[in-house]
């Protein structure tokens, strides 16, 4: 299914930083993006929807973090 690769990414990163919400949200903007651009009329599939989620997901994702404070943890520490 598309957009299983970035849901699945992106909520595995943020559970291992111990933040189970923003492995919600970001689920939530694979799923939306997914629902856009099908409502666009694109087909399951094919290279055009995937293309169009890959777009949706960026731009969606950063909207988790627009309403945020920093939290500066040991995930960026660490790397």
Not at 3 to 24: D, I, K, V
Request: glycine share 8%.
């Amino acid at each position: 299914m598309e957009g299983h690769e970035y849901c699945l990414s992106q909520a595995t990163r943020a559970l291992e930083w111990g933040e189970p919400e923003f492995a919600y949200r970001f689920a939530k903007v694979a799923a939306s993006a997914r629902e856009a651009c099908l409502s666009y009329g694109l087909q399951a599939g094919s290279g055009g929807l995937q293309a169009c989620i890959d777009k949706e997901t960026a731009a969606r994702a950063l909207l988790v973090f627009a309403n945020e404070e920093p939290k500066y943890g040991p995930q960026i520490a660490n790397e």
